[in-house]
């Protein structure tokens, strides 16, 4: 099998980049890394989030930030965000939303991993399925998107992006601006998708 191309290995990239701080609060090395990132500017403002977000790695520290993301997405009963498929399509967790998406992870062949505490449906999971999706070139890609993310990711983000933590609110903006290229990238190839049965 021959190599990603450039532009879906970054894709895979990011999705396992907003996958992580998603899931947690950045560690020392982590964070340095973003704060170094050099980004180029090019005019577009997936560019600018970017830039905002390494701005906002150099001016913050672990401690802060681990504080910010139990307040913003875990919280002692919920965050300010609720990053679930489930909370945000059906207004419940563990509803409709997330029965869905674990008979396609099924068929797939996703399972989830032993020690994961989290429902599939947070954000954090559907975006490693996404980079996998992306590496494994499967056909399921763009459907799996239009399906399972597009629905209601980029809202999850908007309201990352409105949280009083600098850094969780940019790189809320920078995930929203990533999703809203992902659905220009991928609407058109889902719709070429062959209409597929499936048996209840």
């Not at 802060?64 to 990053?83: K, M, W, Y």
């Not at 419940?92 to 939303?97: I, K």
């Not at 763009?142 to 933590?165: E, K, N, S, Y």
Request: contains cysteine.
């Amino acid at each position: 099998m021959n190599e990603l191309n450039e532009s879906d290995a970054l894709r895979a990239d990011v999705y396992r980049l907003l996958a992580r701080l998603l899931r947690e609060a950045p560690d020392a090395s982590l964070l340095d890394w973003l704060a170094g990132l050099e980004v180029e500017q090019d005019g577009t403002l997936l560019a600018e989030h970017w830039a905002s977000l390494v701005d906002a790695s150099g001016e913050s520290s672990v401690e802060d930030l681990e504080r910010a993301h139990f307040q913003h997405l875990v919280g002692v009963v919920q965050g300010d965000v609720t990053p679930y498929a489930s909370w945000y399509r059906n207004g419940e967790l563990m509803d409709a939303a997330l029965v869905a998406l674990r008979r396609d992870l099924k068929a797939l062949g996703f399972r989830r991993a032993e020690h994961s505490r989290d429902p599939e449906d947070h954000l954090a999971a559907l975006a490693e399925v996404m980079a996998m999706l992306i590496e494994g070139r499967s056909p399921e890609e763009a459907r799996f998107f239009m399906t399972h993310l597009a629905p209601w990711a980029t809202d999850c983000l908007a309201d990352l992006g409105r949280v009083d933590t600098l850094f969780h609110a940019r790189l809320g903006r920078l995930g929203h601006a990533f999703m809203e290229q992902e659905y220009r990238r991928l609407e058109a190839e889902a719709q070429q998708d062959p209409v597929r049965i499936v048996e209840p």
